[in-house]
């Protein structure tokens, strides 16, 4: 509890300092970040160490998501889901502001599967859709499970 009272005076200090100033202004030397194309993508420039944060800002692709199933009912599990995203939303901005149309959101599809330790298992996907510049949108999804509860 001690802690949180320094924390919270600090807090405080800085909210009048922000209301007493007025609306902060993000500088003005801000530079434009450059693509990233290919195995740069999911490493930082700086120190070429991995980083998905370029990768996660601008989903275009495929994306693994892994599963880690740790509920006592079905035993341990794992499974996987793959997303797939046919742009990024910038991307998609920049074509449909080209083209003359409102924004388009970016097509998103995925597959998912998991098995767990007692013999449950299960299997999904599903795809997102627009059509004719963003005026239909459509999703369909599909999916199985085998659930083995006591």
């Given at each position: 509890?001690?802690?949180?009272?320094?924390?919270?005076?600090?807090?405080?200090?800085?909210?009048?300092?922000?209301?007493?100033?007025?609306?902060v202004e993000?500088?003005?030397?801000?530079?434009?970040?450059?693509?990233?194309?290919?195995?740069?993508?999911?490493?930082?420039?700086?120190?070429?160490?991995?980083?998905?944060?370029?990768?996660?800002?601008?989903?275009?692709?495929?994306?693994?998501?892994?599963?880690?199933?740790?509920?006592?009912?079905?035993?341990?599990?794992?499974?996987?889901?793959?997303?797939?995203?046919?742009?990024?939303?910038?991307?998609?901005?920049?074509?449909?502001?080209?083209?003359?149309?409102?924004?388009?959101?970016?097509?998103?599809?995925?597959?998912?599967?998991?098995?767990?330790?007692?013999?449950?298992?299960?299997?999904?996907?599903?795809?997102?859709?627009?059509?004719?510049?963003?005026?239909?949108?459509?999703?369909?999804?599909?999916?199985?499970?085998?659930l083995n509860?006591?």
């Amino acid at each position: 509890m001690g802690l949180r009272l320094p924390a919270l005076a600090l807090l405080a200090t800085a909210a009048k300092q922000v209301f007493a100033q007025g609306t902060v202004e993000p500088p003005a030397t801000q530079t434009e970040p450059t693509e990233r194309t290919g195995r740069a993508r999911f490493f930082d420039p700086d120190d070429g160490q991995l980083d998905l944060s370029y990768f996660l800002e601008n989903p275009r692709g495929f994306l693994p998501i892994p599963i880690v199933i740790t509920e006592p009912a079905v035993g341990y599990g794992a499974g996987v889901a793959l997303l797939y995203f046919r742009e990024s939303i910038a991307g998609e901005m920049e074509k449909s502001l080209a083209r003359g149309e409102r924004m388009a959101v970016p097509d998103i599809g995925g597959v998912v599967a998991f098995k767990t330790a007692n013999g449950s298992q299960g299997l999904g996907g599903g795809y997102f859709g627009t059509l004719s510049g963003d005026r239909v949108r459509y999703l369909g999804a599909i999916a199985k499970a085998e659930l083995n509860l006591d």
